[in-house]
């Protein structure tokens, strides 16, 4: 088995693990992590984008949420790297993806997010649905 993937949900999960594991070589690695972000709070991630992307602009520029996603990744401090492109013409991220993000590190960036589109004027229209 050159990789494998088990998400515990019930004892038979953690039971294949467990096999696994005892019958895994010396030498294998194995890998704990936390639960992934949730559907719902990567629903809530792109919405809250979308409304930043739709209603600032960054030092004069209109950024894609993309681009917002980026900036807000980067102030979590969450392993971003920018190294010079091949060209050096410019700059590339070889920061992490969102989609790693455990549960626990989504919230911090939602709540990231939150606080700076509050600061700055932004109407989430997520929150205004919830209260309709």
């Known amino acids: 088995m050159s990789k494998a993937l088990v998400t515990i949900r019930g004892k038979a999960d953690r039971e294949r693990a467990s096999k696994w594991v005892e019958l895994a070589p010396f030498g294998t690695r194995i890998?704990?992590?936390?639960?992934?972000?949730?559907?719902?709070?990567?629903?809530?991630m792109w919405s809250c984008l979308s409304d930043i992307a739709t209603q600032t602009t960054w030092h004069g520029v209109r950024l894609s949420t993309e681009d917002w996603k980026l900036i807000f990744m980067d102030a979590l401090n969450r392993?971003?790297?920018?190294?010079p492109n091949l060209e050096g013409t410019g700059f590339v991220n070889l920061g992490r993806s969102s989609s790693n993000l455990s549960k626990a590190e989504m919230s911090d960036l939602l709540e990231l997010i939150m606080a700076w589109g509050t600061q700055n004027g932004i109407v989430f229209h997520d929150d205004a649905e919830r209260a309709a």
Not at 31 to 44: C, G, I, L, Y
């Open 79 to 83: 392993e971003m790297r920018i190294v």
């Open 31 to 44: 890998e704990f992590r936390a639960p992934k972000r949730s559907v719902p709070q990567n629903d809530r």
